[in-house]
């Protein structure tokens, strides 16, 4: 088991957690410690997906602790250095909005903040059904800046969605590992 700690904070776009949650029991099989993080939406929201309480339940399950629900408990993630490497997945739209402005009203959001100040990697999978379009600006901004990596990811659906972007989800883990060496993975545009 690797000993770094691996926060995982998990977003809307709820039809793609059940490929999500495949990953984080992945991540959970090769790390010590995973903190839960879970964007207050998908604690209260009940989709064709699921319902909250499951998903809930099953992302407590995983990681053998309760999550952090709120930007009051995500704050001391930071003066309290608690985790040497972030996950977002999956990340919206609304959140890399948010993270590109700075803006920290989310459990999701404060943990990026609380994290980076320790300038430690945030690794985004993006799953934006407006990723060539309203979020692209958004997209970009995190693109340059120092400490975000990206799972690497593409257009999903070109035909029927052709603004959606969506991360390869299976390569979470190794995006992270390449996030702890200060790497980006290569190629990051997918076909």
Do not use: W
Not at 69 to 90: F, N, T, Y
């Amino acid at each position: 088991m690797r000993t770094e700690r691996v926060g995982f904070a998990l977003c809307g776009s709820f039809c793609t957690h059940a490929k999500v949650l495949r990953e984080l029991e992945g991540i959970c099989g090769e790390y010590e410690v995973v903190v839960p993080v879970v964007s207050e939406i998908c604690q209260v929201t009940d989709t064709r997906f699921g319902t909250a309480k499951s998903f809930m339940k099953r992302v407590e399950e995983l990681t053998g602790r309760r999550a952090i629900r709120s930007v009051v408990e995500a704050e001391p993630i930071g003066p309290k250095k608690l985790l040497d490497v972030l996950v977002i997945a999956p990340c919206t739209g609304n959140t890399l909005g948010k993270l590109a402005a700075g803006i920290t009203d989310t459990a999701v959001t404060m943990a990026a903040k609380a994290h980076l100040r320790n300038d430690c990697p945030v690794v985004v999978a993006v799953a934006s059904n407006d990723g060539l379009s309203g979020a692209a600006r958004n997209l970009g901004e995190l693109l340059v800046r120092k400490n975000y990596f990206f799972v690497p990811f593409g257009q999903d659906d070109p035909e029927n969605k052709p603004c959606s972007l969506v991360a390869d989800f299976s390569r979470i883990g190794e995006t992270v590992e390449a996030a702890l060496e200060g790497r980006q993975v290569q190629p990051l545009l997918l076909r």
